[in-house]
C-alpha cells in the first residue's frame, strides 16, 4: 500500500506495477479503510493502460459505483475506461453531458481534449487546449501538454510560446529551459542558435551536472561558430564555450563513473561538431 | 535483409518502455553487396536515441553523431533507423522520421527503416509476430513499406519469445536511451548488461 502511496504522490505512469499489485494484495486494498477509494481510483486509471487488466477494472469500478451510486467522479471513469476501448463517442457523450450540467468543469473538459488527442485529432485537441488554457491559465499541466503537441506537431513558434509560460512559473526548473533551448536550436538561424546558447547556460547554471544542457551549449556554440556569428559576438568567446563544454563533458563522464567504451568515443564526437 | 534477434528485442523494448509516446533510434550493422548490384542490409544492433520530443534534433544530432563513432570503432556502420509511433493504429515513417532516415540514407543508400506496428498486439501476442515493418527509400524519395524478407538471426521464434519475455517480466525497463542518458551519464547507453541478459536467451540449453 505504501508503494501505491507513493505512486499517487510522485504521479508517476507505471501501471504494470500499479495493477500487479493490486492482483497480489487485493484484500488488503479492500481493507484499507477510508484510502481504500482512493486505491481503487489509482488502480482503475492504471488497469487502462495495461492489455488483459478488464477484470481489475470491474473489480474496481463495480466497487466504487456500489460506494457512491451517483458520483461524477466515477462516471468520469466509467467514462475513461470507454476513451481506453477506443469507444470515443462513448466516452463524448458522457463528457457532454456532464458539461451541460457543469459546462466549465476543468475535468470535464481536459478529459475531452484527451479524447481528441485518443483520436489522433491533434488540430481539434490544439485548438480545444488553447479555449482551455484561456479560462485556466494556470493550469501548467495543460500548458505542458499544450508544448508537447506543438512540438510532435512541429510548430516551434507555439511550442516556445508555451514554454515561455511554463518558465515563468517554474523559474527554477532547468528542463524547460534546456527544452526551450533545444526549440530554439531546431528553429535554427544564427540569432536563434545565439539565444539557444544563453538558455542552455542558463540551465547548465540551474543543474551544473546537465548533460543535457552541457552538449547543447557546445553544439550550439559550434554552430554559431560555422554559421558566422553576429559582428558583436567575440568569435574567441564562442569558441571558449564550445570547448570549455567540451571539458565539462569529458569531466563529468568521468566523474559520473560513465562507461568507458562509451567515454572513449567523446573526444573525437565532440571535436568534430564544430565542422557540420 | 538480416536482423539480429538481440537488435530486435532492445527495440521493442524501448517501445514496450514507453509505449504512451513515440520513440526512435538507429540500427547499426552491415551493408553486404551482392554481385548483381544490390545490397543487403545486417542488422546487428541498435541504438535507442529518444523517447520524448523526438520532433526537436539537438539530442538527435549527437546521438548519431555518437552511433556513428560507436559503429565505426566496431567495424560497423550506421544501416538504418527505427521508430514507434504513439498511435497503434499507423504504421507509417511519421513525424520527422522521414528527415532522420534521408540523413542517414545519404550515407547508406541500402538503409532500411523500420516502423513499429503494434497494432497487430490487438489480434496476436509478442511472441508470435514481427512488431516491425521494414520500409525503403522508394525512387520517388519516399518511404515505403518494403516486402523484403526478413532473416532473424538465431530464430525468429527466440527473437519474438525473448521480447515477450523481457517485456512481461518488466525486464525491459532497465533499457537506457539517449534521453535517459543525458540526464544521468552514468546509466550505460550501450546497454552493455540487458544485451547479454538478452544474448544469454539464445545460449543452447544443456
Known sequence: MEELRELQRSHERKSMRIVAIARQNWSAV??????KWGFLEQIFTASLDMPNAEDVRKRCLQALEKRFPNSQRVQRLQAMGFEADG???????????????????????????AVHIGKDDIPLAITALNKYLELYSSDF??????????????????????????MLSNPHNHVYYCTYAEVLFARGGSERMTQARRYFAKALELNPTSARALYGLHLASARTMTKGSKASEDVATVADLRDGSKEQLLALYEEQGANPTHQALLPSVLVGSGKQ | MRIHAAAYV?????ASKHSFGAVNGVLLG???????????????????????HTTLNMLA?????????????????IVGYYHASARASSCELSGNGPLIA??????CNGAVALVANFGKLARTGMADCRLFEPFKKGSDGK??????????????ELAYQTAAEFVASGAHEALVDFDDHVADVSRDWLNEDLTRDIKHRFLPTQ
Open chain 1, 30 to 35: 479492500m481493507g484499507s479503510g477510508d484510502e
Open chain 1, 87 to 113: 469507444q470515443f463517442q462513448k466516452a463524448l457523450d458522457i463528457y457532454n453531458e456532464m458539461l451541460e450540467a457543469d459546462p466549465l468543469n476543468p475535468a470535464i473538459l481536459k478529459r475531452k481534449i
Open chain 1, 141 to 166: 499541466e495543460a500548458w505542458q501538454q499544450l508544448t508537447d503537441l506543438y512540438i510532435d506537431t512541429q510548430d516551434l513558434q507555439n511550442a516556445a510560446f508555451c514554454l515561455e509560460e511554463v
Open chain 2, 10 to 14: 532492445k527495440a521493442v523494448c524501448h
Open chain 2, 30 to 52: 552491415l551493408v553486404h553487396e551482392e554481385g548483381n548490384g544490390r545490397q543487403e542490409v545486417e542488422v546487428v544492433d541498435v541504438l535507442p536515441m529518444l523517447h520524448q
Open chain 2, 61 to 77: 544530432q549527437m546521438a548519431l553523431s555518437q552511433a556513428d563513432a560507436y559503429a565505426r570503432s566496431k567495424d560497423m556502420r
Open chain 2, 102 to 107: 534521408d540523413k542517414i540514407h545519404s550515407k
Open chain 2, 143 to 156: 518511404w515505403k513499406r518494403s516486402d523484403e524478407e526478413i532473416v532473424m538471426l538465431p530464430t525468429e
